[in-house]
Structures are given as C-alpha cells and as structure tokens.
C-alpha cells in the first residue's frame, strides 16, 4: 500500500503543469493532473483562501448590551476547485467550501452550521460543436450582470459589490441555481442562459402583511407549479481581446495581461417569485408578484505602455433596475434601481516585484420604499507580489443607509494554487 501510495505521489508531482493566470510571474495556474500527453485529459485543481482582519471604528454591540470588540477576523472564504475532461465534449466541475468564518460562527468541535463545507457548484456539461455547450446541475451561469457572475479569485475591489449578487439567498443557494443552461458565442458576442428550479427556502422568511410590501418566498407559499421557475440570461460583446467563457466566473482585474472592453445587459426573471397580501387581516389574500431585474454594464481593463510591465488600468460600471414586487425591502436588496462603479490603476514596475494598485469604488441604490439612498464607497489598494496567486489588500469602506453610517478599515491575505 505505501508503494502504491509513493508511486501515486510521483506520478502527481511528475504530472502537474500550470496553465494562464492573471500578472503571476511565476505561477500561471493549478494544478493539473494529465492523463495522456497532449493534455487534452485531465483534472485540474485550484484551491485559495482569504483571511481578514475588519476593524470597525465605530461602537457597536451584541444583543446582551455589550460592546463588542473593534478588531474581528474572519476566514472570509476557503475553497477548493475541481473540474476534469476525459473527452474534449463533455466536463464535470465540482466546488466546495466555506465562508465568513468568524468568532460567532465557530462551533466547538467544528460541527456547527458556520463550520460545514458545502457545495457551491456541481455541474456536467457538454458541447454543441466548438463554440456552443449545454449542462446542469448546480451552476453559476448567472444573468444579470459581469458583477454577478463574478469570480473571488481575481477581484479588483476587496469583495464584490453586495447587492451585485441580487438573488443570493433569495431564490438560489449561495448564488447558485439548480438547473440547466446553455452558453457559448457568435463571433464576439458571447452568451449565458439559464432555466432553474427557484429555491424552495429563502433568507426571507417573512410572512405577507395585508396592505403593507412584498416578500419574497413565492416558491414555498404559493408551490413549485406557480413560483417554481426563474430565468437567466446575461450577453456581452467583446470590441478588443476575447474572455473565455470556458468557466462562467468573470474576472475582476487582468493587470494589463489583456486588452478588454466589453459591453453587457442581462436579466432575472422569476415569475411570481414575491408574495403580497391584497386582503385584510380578517381575510388574507395572498398573490404572486413576478421579480424582474435587469442590467446594463461596460467593463475596460488594458495595459499602459508598450513594454509589457507597464501600468494597466481597470474600470467597470453598471446600471441595474430591480423589481421584487410592491415596496420590496429586505437587507440589501430591494425594489428601485442601482449604479456602481469602480476603478483601479496598477504602477508600472517589473512583474518579479511587488505591484501595487490604488482603486476606488462607489455605489448608489434607490428603494421605493423609503426616501433614503444605500450608499457605499471604498478605498484600496492591492499588492500583488505574485499578481493574484498572492495578494494583500487593505480597504477603507463607508456604508451610509438611514440612521446607519458603518466605517470599517479591513486588511486581506488571498493565497491561491
């Protein structure tokens, strides 16, 4: 048995080979396990962690009516990536891991709920030809936007924008949906839809009041046959150098690797995805009210200069019109519209040393429900000492809401292989 183990380990580390990443000077990918020679079957494997130290300037406390401490860490994501070919028309991926580990998330002998590794993506696909492929099962081939098909390995601003991920929670888990989709490209417009089974349980677990707003458990009070389905698409042209679309994650930041302007819309329907109570508190009437958001979004990220190690620049901006139903407002989510913007600026300076890149971001968001706006800012920088396979970011984040005005300062290690 430790023969055949020592044999296996040799026949790995013979076999590994890296493949493209963004900005790495010396490490292009993961690990890829080959099982002919050209490569064309394999398993490829990619796993990162992200670790942060939050420190929130202003006093806060826990429900006992005690302070709570200014300077928290968090395990903000620890992942492990899997997908394989023996065929060049079919693949599997599988995705797992957890998030926002915390202090209050800890359990003593690591059983808790805030412990548990899940599921985030399982999926079979395969395809159509060269340019078009069909799969399903747990996938992120989202619609909407770039910022909602994001990807956490290469994000310019410290986490994606929050309310970017519009569904999370809502009808999907984690961002992910279940069900079957279709992607691909004609020339340079590139494509992603979707058809998915609605979650059945939903962060929000309010019950309709007559008279008052929407909310958003469809699936589970008015049953699969009427709020069961939602719908997915997001399209992009690509006017410079092509994305892959090979894997649905959209990259933050290329750090000049890439010449990119892209122009996008997508959309999110869930028919009868929100409930509203029409009757009286004597007599509840309850209806489906359908979701809708769409999205419209530019994306530019390209080198300044000619040598190859210059500076490079990235920006990205995106409108999004969100309907959850009648006054819809719940955490960060809500019915009204939304802009953000961000962008960053990488110095020039030789890839075998540390890089840095300022950037700023900023985002708005109107709710029918109430007069007041969410605002959000932040301001960072990355240090890329091996472009993202080995980053730290440290951001300054403002969240105006209301009565609620949060600044937190936030520091974060991100290694990935």
Excluded: C
Excluded at 257 to 281: C, M, Q, R, Y
Excluded at 332 to 356: I, L, N, P
């Amino acid at each position: 048995m430790r023969k055949q183990t020592l044999l296996l380990l040799g026949l790995f580390l013979m076999s590994y080979q890296f493949m493209k990443a963004q900005g790495s000077p010396d490490y292009t990918g993961g690990l890829k396990f080959k099982f002919n020679e050209d490569g064309s079957k394999y398993l490829r494997l990619i796993s990162w962690a992200q670790v942060q130290a939050n420190y929130n300037t202003d006093e806060t406390f826990d429900g006992n009516g005690n302070e709570n401490s200014k300077l928290n860490f968090n395990l903000r994501r620890a992942r492990v990536l899997m997908f394989a070919q023996i065929n060049k028309d079919f693949l599997i991926l599988t995705h797992f891991g957890l998030n926002s580990l915390t202090s209050t998330t800890l359990s003593p002998t690591g059983k808790g709920d805030g412990s548990q590794l899940f599921f985030h993506d399982v999926w079979a696909q395969y395809n159509l030809g060269e340019n078009h492929t069909v799969g399903g099962g747990l996938h992120y081939f989202n619609g909407i936007s770039r910022l909602n098909n994001q990807s956490t390995l290469n994000m310019m601003t410290l986490d994606n924008h929050r309310q970017s991920w519009a569904t999370i929670g809502l009808s999907d888990q984690f961002a992910r949906h279940l069900g079957v989709f279709a992607k691909g490209k004609f020339g340079k417009l590139q494509y992603r839809v979707a058809i998915n089974d609605a979650s059945a349980s939903s962060l929000d677990s309010r019950t309709a009041v007559a008279g008052e707003s929407a909310v958003y458990n469809g699936r589970s009070t008015l049953g699969s046959k009427d709020s069961g389905k939602a719908f997915a698409g997001y399209f992009d042209y690509h006017f410079f150098d092509q994305e892959s679309n090979f894997l649905p994650y959209k990259v933050g930041t290329y750090l000049g690797e890439k010449k990119i302007f892209n122009v996008g819309a997508g959309f999110f329907l869930h028919p009868k995805g929100s409930v509203i109570d029409t009757g009286t508190a004597l007599s509840p009437n309850l209806e489906g009210e359908d979701v809708s958001i769409f999205a419209v979004d530019a994306f530019y990220d390209a080198p300044i200069g000619d040598d190859g190690v210059g500076g490079a620049i990235t920006a990205y901006a995106v409108f999004q019109s969100n309907d959850y139903g009648k006054n819809y407002l719940f955490s960060a989510y809500g019915t009204g519209s939304m802009v953000y913007g961000h962008v960053g600026y990488v110095f020039a300076r030789d890839k075998s040393k540390t890089r840095y890149q300022p950037y700023a971001s900023y985002g708005t968001h109107s709710y029918d429900a109430v007069d007041d706006n969410r605002n959000t800012l932040g301001i960072g920088v990355n240090a890329y000492m091996s472009g993202h396979n080995s980053k730290l970011t440290l951001e300054y984040n403002n969240q105006n809401f209301g009565d609620v005005d949060i600044n937190t300062i936030s520091l974060q290690a991100m290694i990935y292989l």
